[in-house]
């Protein structure tokens, strides 16, 4: 009996980390209308530069189907962040990256402080419900790696490779604290 006990403890301890793991429909928002694109599939390489808020250039164009790698260089002091999505997927990440910032997960000039941090210190957040499919959701280090999104240190160049799926409204912003408020967003149009 108490070797079936702790079995069946066992295996619910197994099937809740595993729901902890799986991400939550709002987690995977941005596959309304892109994937994580493949290098092989890249046809054109788009060139960002981040300032300490703004962007350049400011407007964006793509086609449905098309896989476009982003070469984002942040030649300002502050860490930046190119993120790919709605305009309501850029209000609940404001609010997430605000709780980040709050907690002492990041820095206004560094993404390392995010290393080897714990979800459960960041009091209110509910990572299930915020467009960060690929957050582990349980008390293990936060990454910060969806495919429409990247975060740049100052002085240093990241590549993200995305595949636009479906022509919608969309807009790339960075969502530390104050800048999209202070005009650090871009428009994605889609071509025909």
């Known amino acids: 009996m108490r070797f079936v006990t702790s079995f069946a403890v066992a295996v619910m301890a197994v099937v ?7 991400p939550a429909a709002a987690d995977s928002a941005y ?3 892109g994937a994580r694109g493949r290098a092989q599939d890249v046809k054109r390489t788009v060139e960002i530069v981040m300032r300490d808020n703004s962007y350049q250039p400011q407007r964006i164009q793509v086609r449905a189907g098309e896989t476009v790698r ?14 790919i999505g709605t305009a309501a997927m ?7 990256m605000r709780a980040m910032f709050d907690s002492g997960m990041m820095s206004a000039t560094s993404k390392d402080a995010m290393v080897g941090m714990d979800h459960s210190k960041m009091p ?8 960060h499919g690929s957050m582990n959701h349980s008390a293990a ?14 002085g240093k160049t990241e590549e993200m490779i995305f595949k636009f799926t479906k022509a919608t409204t969309l807009e790339f912003a960075c969502n530390i604290p104050g800048h999209y408020e202070s005009g650090m967003v871009g428009n994605v149009v889609f071509q025909r």
Do not use: C, I, K
């Open 141 to 154: 280090p936060m990454r910060h790696d969806d495919p429409n999104a990247v975060l740049v240190d100052p």
């Open 124 to 131: 209110g957040m509910n990572h299930g419900t915020v467009g």
């Open 31 to 33: 596959q309304a209308f």
């Open 16 to 22: 809740a980390f595993a729901a902890q793991t799986e």
């Open 90 to 96: 850029h209000q609940q990440h404001q609010r997430e």
């Open 70 to 83: 982003f070469r984002v260089r942040n030649t300002g002091e502050l860490l930046h962040e190119f993120n």
